[in-house]
């Protein structure tokens, strides 16, 4: 019996996966149009610069509105892109902010940001080219479980189940 449970979760885990591959690229509109492109190659910032966390924690994380507007207070006031940033932060309030990555829940897929940056994966490697992107946002790189596994297998890390799933 619990050999057809393992083999049904693994079909399901399959399912899940190759719905996820096929399916099309999306773009994700945000409520402020975020210029990674004049952040990182025109001012010379370092993904790190905004996404703090990305070498300590699981998620990369963002930065909030007040850590904008420690710049943004000064610099391209009357952009209409900051004028809605400076509205969230007047209002004490965040973006709404929409995730762009990620896997389906019932992937059941564990990603720690932190193992992969000490590991000295560039973040280009599974972002793609965001250093250059203006707008919109969209996944650059749409991840399925066989790019992982190619991927773990050519770092020589283990590509064991239980390293990805939990």
């Known amino acids: 019996m619990r050999k057809y449970v393992l083999g049904a979760v693994v079909l399901i885990l399959l ?21 990674h492109k004049i952040h990182v190659v025109d001012n010379q910032m370092e ?17 909030s509105v007040t850590e904008c507007m420690v710049c943004h207070e000064n610099v391209k006031t009357d952009s209409p892109e900051i004028k809605k940033l400076a509205a969230y932060a007047q209002k004490n309030e965040e973006p709404p902010w ?25 973040c280009s490697t599974c972002h793609g080219d965001m250093k250059n992107m203006m707008t919109p946002m969209k996944e650059n790189i749409r991840w399925t479980m066989g790019k992982c596994i190619d991927c773990h297998r050519e770092k020589k890390v283990s590509d064991d189940c239980l390293t990805c799933h939990k």
């Open 15 to 35: 399912i899940a996966t190759v719905a996820f591959a096929f399916r099309p690229a999306r773009v994700v509109p945000q409520p402020i149009a975020y210029p």
């Open 47 to 63: 993904c790190l610069s905004c996404h703090v966390n990305a070498d300590r924690s699981i998620a990369a994380t963002i930065p």
């Open 98 to 122: 929409v995730r762009v990555y990620g896997f389906p829940e019932e992937a059941a897929v564990y990603f720690s940001h932190k193992r992969h940056v000490k590991a000295g994966v560039d």
